[in-house]
């Protein structure tokens, strides 16, 4: 049974740090990029950061690119999202996701996806 535990969301203040952690499990992890989305009320999902632990290929939303940095622990089959100098923004409910891939130039669709964690809320008080 695949699984994707999404853990690490919480209450921050504007300018604050949080790190998410993706534990995944039920599939050959090294074959897949993992992919952060998150969904603010009201808004659409869209992607944050992606891994893929192939080749360690990495992607950055613009919006987030210098604050955030995506790692992967292949020993303990874990992604882990560094979120530094949050911003009110920033507010929303974060997933992870796996996709098959081998390497990845931009950022995977929603559609492009093949398996979903729950959420994890982050919300950054101004």
């Known amino acids: 049974e695949v699984q994707l535990q999404a853990s690490g969301g919480g209450l921050v203040q504007a300018g604050g740090s949080l790190r998410l952690s993706c534990a995944a499990s039920?599939?050959?992890?090294?074959?897949?990029?993992i992919g952060w989305f998150r969904q603010a009320p009201g808004k659409e999902r869209e992607g944050v950061s992606c891994i893929t632990n192939s080749d360690g290929s990495t992607y950055y939303a613009r919006s987030v690119k210098g604050r955030f940095t995506i790692s992967s622990d292949k020993a303990k089959n874990t992604v882990h999202l560094q979120m530094n100098n949050l911003k009110p923004e920033g507010t929303a409910v974060y997933y992870c996701a796996a996709a098959y891939a081998i390497t990845i130039s931009t950022m995977p669709g929603i559609d492009f996806m093949n398996y979903w964690g729950k959420g994890t809320l982050v919300t950054v008080s101004s």
């Open positions: 039920g599939f050959t992890f090294d074959h897949y990029a």
